[in-house]
Structures are given as structure tokens and as C-alpha cells.
């Protein structure tokens, strides 16, 4: 479908399901590299990807590549995708888009100059339904909105044995349930609603102050099929959980909750929308259905099907109606709208994908988020 070849940078549990989605919409993914030569080459041939890099010079010294996917831990992200933006690739890089906004502040200007696609992966806002949510909204069918609340929980980091680099501030960032699934939701709200979180009010905890870390590391999600020997005790700031009060802009308020530590709670994402007219809602573990609810005619349940979505809508979802669709298909419809970006070579068109400036904003809102819990006020964004 795309006449374009791509680098993953990352093997671990990102790099795997990028490579799944790009074959499905037709990119050439030619290279992999990991985080040394061996797992270079092993995730190569699990994969079926002809080139194993030995390092991250190499890769981007090639020119068959064109565009990279940056699927690696956090603090690594600000380096990879400048380096990336310097060799004239074309860069897709998993959230957060680096650590601070000072950087985040720099790779936007640098995306800018050099004229190539910059967009950071956040898929969420790729469900068919979520897409429609957004057109209910600019269609005015919802009424002025009066509120946006909703959560997003995970039940891998419940134990204290449960660990992953993602628990430690230096490799993840200050804030880290908020900053790993929060800004999914963040992300997701604000596209719908096409309102900005203009304020926050934060309230975090660290539900396991002390984590037992294993010998070699752990992938993202693995510990309960892995037998994991715990061996060292490790000191956690980072957030498990924690409430957020919002301020979007046209005086519009909300709330968020996430949690990487509730029970049961594989990875669920809900919102609720409430209008002057109706009120929606979505969550992410039955994706194909929306609510929709009315104060004086019945309540509505929409399911995912091409006949009933908006004519803007309809070409995200790729199957019929009764035909459920994910996780999975989320990824390949973000990767499909910036290789659609790429391929339409007008750089000054709006993207549909989330970009390196949404990155920042994101940036910016967990900052305000991380200030205003440690001074236990309301922080403007930004400021």
C-alpha cells in the first residue's frame, strides 16, 4: 500500500506489535534493533525482519530507510528521534515524546525545519467509535459541553512484586501511571472534545513505596505469565495511582482517575461526556459499542458498523458491523494516517495523527500535574 521502508527501534513489548501493524497496511519494515546485537538478531528472526541493526548509527546511516518507530523506554526518546530528524527520517515515537518539555519544546522546532512527518503514537484516539464521538461533538449533536470525566486502570503493577523499568523516575519520568496510560486519556479527551486542559489539581500516590526488582529486566505486562525470582529491594516515587481535577477551556471541568494497581482491571479506559443535549460514553475494554444517553427519549447503545458511522468516520473502521475490532486495529489506523501523511507529501496539511506538538502538550500536562500534587494546588498548564 506504501511505497516507503521503516527501522523499529525497540524489541520489547512495543516493538513486536508495531511490526504486526505496519505489515498490515503494506509498509516494508526492514530493520530492527534493539538493545544490544543479540536482540537484534533474535527479534529479527522472530520476526521475520530481514536487517538486524547493531546500533542506532547504523540504522540511521542507511538510506533505504526512511522513516524510524521509536518503540524504546522513555529516556531514550528525546536522543532517538533528534538523531532521526538529523538523518532526514521520517519519525513515529511512542509517548511520552521525551522527558521534559525543554526537549519536547525542541524536537517540535526540529520536526519543523527539516520538513518531515513527527507524530507521537497515541492510538487511542484511532477506535472507530472514539472518532465518531469526536464528529458527535463537532456536529453539535451533544449540546455545549458541560463535562469530561472518565479513568484509566491496570491491574499489572498491583503486587509489589510486580516490576518494570516504567516504576523508576529515571527511566520513565516523575509521574509514571499518569504519564503511561494518563496521557492516553488526556490525549483521547481532548481530540474528541477539541478542548485543551487549560489547569490541573493533583492528588497521586505511591501505593508500593518499596518494589521487589528480579534479576534482568522485565517486559512490559509479562510478570504474571513469567516466574520472576525477586531479589532486590528498590525505592519507588513514582505514582501507582491518583485523582485529577480538570480545567478545559469555555470553562468546561472534568476529572480524571488512573490506577495501575486496581484488581482485575486488565486495561480499561472510560469516559463520559455530558452535554447540554446528551451525554456519551466509552469504554476501552468493550470498544465496539458507545452509549449514548438523553434526558426526555430512550437511551441509545451505537455498535461499531460502517452503515451507522459519519461518512468522515467510516473510513477507520475496516470491517463490517458485528465484526469486532482493537487494540490491534488501532495501531495499524494511527500508522496507516501518517503514512497516508507521508505519501501525500503536503507538510502544511493538519495530520490526523496525534503530532510533536500534541507530544509536548502532553509533556506540559503531566509537569502541571507532578507541580500541583508536590505544592497540593491548582497549576495552570504551561505555567
Known sequence: MFNINTAIIGAGFMGPAHAEALRRIGVNVIGILGVDEAESAQAAADLHIPMAYP???????????????????????????????????????EKPLA??????????????????????????????????ARQIIEDEEIG???????SYVQDW??????????????????????????THWLDMVQFISGLKVTAVCAD?????????????EVETYSAKVQDIEATDDVTISTEDSGAILLRFENGVNGC??????????????????????KAMSW??????E????????????????????????????????????GYPDSLKQSFTAFYSYIAAGDFSAIPQFATFEDGQHEVLLCEAIFKSHQKGKWVEVGG
Not at 119 to 127: E, K, Q
Not at 205 to 211: A, D, G, L, Q
Not at 261 to 276: D, P, Q, V, Y
Request: charge should be positive; include cysteine; proline fraction near 5%.
Open 290 to 325: 458507545m452509549w449514548i444517553g438523553s434526558r426526555n427519549a430512550a437511551n441509545q447503545s451505537l455498535l461499531k458498523d460502517p452503515g451507522l458511522l459519519s461518512d468522515v468516520v467510516r473510513p477507520f473502521a475496516s470491517y463490517p458491523g458485528g465484526h469486532n475490532e
Open 99 to 132: 522527558m521534559t518539555s525543554k526537549e519536547t519544546a525542541e524536537l517540535v522546532k526540529l520536526a519543523q525545519q527539516k520538513k518531515r512527518a513527527a507524530g507521537v503514537n497515541y492510538n487511542m484516539r484511532f477506535y472507530p467509535l472514539v472518532r465518531e
Open 204 to 216: 497521586l500516590k505511591t501505593v508500593h513505596p518499596i518494589r521487589k526488582r528480579p534479576k534482568g
Open 144 to 150: 455545549d459541553v458541560f463535562s469530561i470525566v472518565g
Open 157 to 182: 503493577l498491583l503486587y509489589p512484586t510486580d516490576y518494570n523499568w516504567r516504576v523508576l523516575a529515571e527511566e520513565g519520568g516523575d509521574v509514571r501511571a499518569v504519564g503511561d496510560i494518563g
Open 283 to 288: 469504554n476501552s475494554e468493550s470498544p465496539n
Open 55 to 93: 546500533d542506532l548509527n547504523t540504522l540511521l546511516s542507511d538510506p533505504n530507510v526512511h522513516a524510524i518507530h521509536i518503540t524504546t523506554p522513555n529516556k531514550l526518546h528525546f536522543q532517538m528521534a533528534r538523531d532521526g530528524l538529523n538523518a532526514g527520517k521520517h519519525v513515529l515515537c
Open 256 to 277: 480524571l482517575w488512573v490506577s495501575q494497581t486496581t484488581a482485575g482491571r486488565k486495561n480499561c479506559l472510560r469516559f463520559e461526556i455530558a452535554g447540554s443535549e
